[in-house]
């Protein structure tokens, strides 16, 4: 993303290709400087200065917290229609935390409203320094024009939560019904809850007066799962069959769920077993039934059948470490993201599994542990990354570099853009400001909008050259 270079004690911003000691301007003609990227793990801080966010390279971003911090949420899907291009928006979430004592902890079911933002031009417009002819009167029309639509900045979270001994490692809403949720806890029971009744309160109450107010509760769950050996963090529903689940856990164990009926599961006691490691991430199949896929710390990702016994029906290694997160492409069934603890990221084509060599992309931008990676739900070629770095990073993997397109992107800029040369092509945008980032999830109804959580909280984000690139209702 594009950023400034700030110092607060003396205002100071550095120019592409400045070099530290150079001569100091005199107060009476500062030269204007324009803004350049800024390239994480490459640029360096000077004493006293610091990073700035551009709000300009977003339609929408917006900081907010429930408490402790969360290391897992999801969206919970809702009914206020699929792909909602206008702000405001309202978007509801369910969260686990990480308190300090076990019996701290909860889980969030909170509705943020009043989500304003605005639709911006990927091309930079000038500004009154950059154009001495442009008047005041212009000025300040632009300056109403840049106003975000939606009415106050501030989003507005209700929040209820629901007690929960020990702290939620990972937590899952389903697809179907997703006021059925379902919760890894770290003293290594799986449980599956009804959040219906906080989800129908928040959907009926009003936004006015209630920023930041929450109610606990205490509510039992549906099931109580013991059967796990271990803790875990695998966990996820079937897109196709309502209901069913799978869960993993740090002995390497795999414990299929088939639903009995709206409230109840029988949970298979003979587990899957195909790794020598902790099982990190499961996802199912977009398309097919039986089908899930499954990560370890052993390095390897296992393709597994239900109908075919407890072994996998296929197994290949895919990173030289620890295979962190998965992502099942739902728009192209036949494409895997994963992303490992050496901070690199790789796609895999099913089709090539037959040719012992199932990687079609393999990223190495990152410096630490990926840990979190999802595919786009509104574009077949574009997905997010999370990193220990702090930083979460989206990709396009269908562009290739074209010197002609940015020659005259560059001239359309004026040399308004001061843009690094060694990025890789596909790397569309850098999100920055949260620090130990730990899971991230696009919104389903909300094209261009990603949500993320981090040890200092969530980020609400709707980069404006994803937006743009995404289909129009309008």
Not at 7 to 23: H, I, L
Not at 357 to 366: E, I, Q
Request: charged share 20%; with cysteine.
């Amino acid at each position: 993303m594009a950023r400034t270079i700030k110092n607060p004690k003396k205002a100071k911003r550095k120019n592409k290709g400045s070099k530290k000691g150079d001569g100091a301007s005199s107060s009476s003609s500062v030269p204007t400087i324009q803004p350049r990227v800024w390239q994480p793990g490459v640029d360096e801080l000077e004493e006293g200065e610091e990073l700035q966010c551009d709000p300009s390279a977003y339609n929408s971003l917006h900081a907010f917290h429930i408490g402790w911090p969360c290391l897992s949420f999801d969206i919970v899907r809702d009914s206020l229609g699929s792909d909602r291009n206008d702000f405001p928006h309202t978007v509801y979430f369910v969260s686990g935390t990480q308190a300090e004592k076990p019996s701290w902890n909860s889980i969030g079911v909170f509705k943020v409203s009043n989500v304003s933002g605005k639709r911006r031009n990927l091309v930079p417009t000038k500004s009154a320094e950059d154009d001495p002819n442009m008047d005041a009167e212009s000025s300040d029309s632009d300056d109403s024009e840049d106003e975000e639509e939606g009415g106050p900045s501030a989003p507005v979270l209700q929040l209820r939560k629901v007690a929960h001994h020990g702290c939620v490692n990972r937590i899952r809403a389903m697809t179907q019904n997703p006021h059925i949720c379902a919760s890894w806890a770290d003293s290594g029971h799986v449980q599956v809850w009804d959040f219906s009744s906080h989800l129908n309160a928040l959907a009926e109450s009003e936004t006015d007066g209630v920023q930041g107010n929450s109610s606990l509760f205490n509510q039992a769950p549906l099931v109580n799962f013991r059967g796990h050996k271990d803790e875990g963090y695998a966990i996820d529903w079937s897109p196709v069959v309502a209901g069913r689940l799978v869960t993993g856990d740090c002995k390497n164990c795999i414990h299929l769920w088939e639903p009995a009926s709206d409230s109840t599961w029988n949970v298979d006691p003979i587990p899957f077993v195909g790794h020598s490691a902790s099982v990190e991430d499961l996802q199912w199949s977009p398309t097919e039934p039986h089908a899930f896929v499954s990560c370890s710390v052993d390095g390897t990702i296992a393709i597994w059948d239900i109908r075919l016994g407890k072994t996998p029906a296929a197994s290949f290694k895919a990173h030289d470490a620890d295979v962190n997160v998965i992502s099942w492409n739902r728009q192209a069934s036949c494409m895997l993201a994963s992303g490992s603890d050496d901070g690199t990221f790789s796609i895999h084509d099913f089709r090539l599994l037959k040719d012992g060599n199932t990687v079609v992309a393999h990223f190495k931008y990152h410096k630490y542990p990926v840990t979190s990676i999802e595919w786009s739900p509104h574009e077949a070629s574009t997905l997010a990354v999370s990193s220990s770095d702090n930083q979460l990073t989206i990709w396009d993997l269908s562009l290739e570099k074209d010197e002609e397109e940015e020659a005259e992107f560059k001239a359309q800029t004026k040399e308004l853009v001061n843009a690094p040369q060694d990025l890789p092509p596909q790397l569309l945008f850098v999100h920055q400001g949260q620090k130990d980032l730990k899971e991230l999830h696009w919104h389903a109804q909300i094209p261009g909008m990603i949500v993320s959580t981090a040890a200092d909280g969530f980020n609400i984000l709707m980069p404006s050259n994803i937006q743009s690139t995404l289909p129009s209702n309008g």
